[in-house]
């Protein structure tokens, strides 16, 4: 069955350490990863997806295939960085799978 | 705005009536999805739309839920006899997605917050 599991419920880290957020998912296809994340009062928005492979803010996330993970990474934290994020995968008939989420505070 | 608008934005019903949520996507989006979140949840996938087809609704969450795109543009969520365990968020979201982008960047709506009491 589709999954997508972020173990961490919260994670702190303060300003200028490196911060990684884990997603590991359970796909028997080729599905499409994605992070998503969500400001305070603001709107669900997407981060980054795997397939363009670009970095966005920052933050980078490698698909690994063997290790079914998608682990979101930023070397050096940012109090704007605070927010909720939320791994994603695309699967089978465009359905979307969503972790429960990370709640990142970056401490100052 | 020009972005995903949903209304209404919170909605208190007694447990047993219906009720019907309204998203208007991004104009010259063809995909639609809805979601349900819950507290401490991420949004559980429930249906979606290309264009006016549902495509996807085996995740609706029971027979009392039912979604219409009827003409490709703004959809509708109803839920039929309230039961106080579908108090959640409703979140829509939409897409513009072809044939080389099998899944577009969703922009999501605000969302309807529900409380059946």
């Known amino acids: 069955a589709q999954r997508v599991t972020q173990p961490e419920k919260l994670l702190s880290v303060f300003k200028g350490a490196p911060v990684e957020l884990k997603c590991n998912y359970s796909y028997s296809g080729s599905p499409e990863l994605f992070w998503y994340v969500q400001y305070s009062r603001q709107r669900l928005q997407l981060l980054l997806r795997?397939?363009s492979r670009e970095s966005i803010k920052g933050f980078t996330a490698d698909l690994n295939k063997g290790e079914t993970s998608f682990h979101l990474k930023k070397p050096f934290a940012q109090e704007e960085d605070s927010a909720m994020y939320y791994c994603a995968l695309s699967g089978t008939g465009n359905q979307f799978y969503f972790g429960t989420g990370t709640s990142l505070t970056v401490i100052p | 705005d020009t972005g995903v608008s949903q209304n209404p934005r919170h909605k208190i019903t007694k447990r047993g009536q219906n009720v019907t949520f309204r998203c208007d996507p991004i104009?010259?989006?063809?995909?639609l999805y809805w979601y349900r979140q819950t507290l401490g949840q991420g949004p559980e996938f429930l249906t979606y739309f290309q264009n006016e087809a549902q495509l996807e609704k085996s995740r609706l969450l029971s027979d009392r839920f039912s979604a219409e795109r009827p003409k490709g543009s703004f959809s509708t969520l109803e839920i039929q006899r309230t039961e106080q365990g579908d108090s959640a968020m409703y979140l829509c979201a939409s897409s513009l997605a072809g044939t080389m982008i099998r899944s577009g960047e969703q922009f999501f709506g605000p969302g309807t917050r529900l409380t059946v009491l």
């Open positions: 104009s010259e989006h063809n995909r």
């Open positions: 795997h397939i």
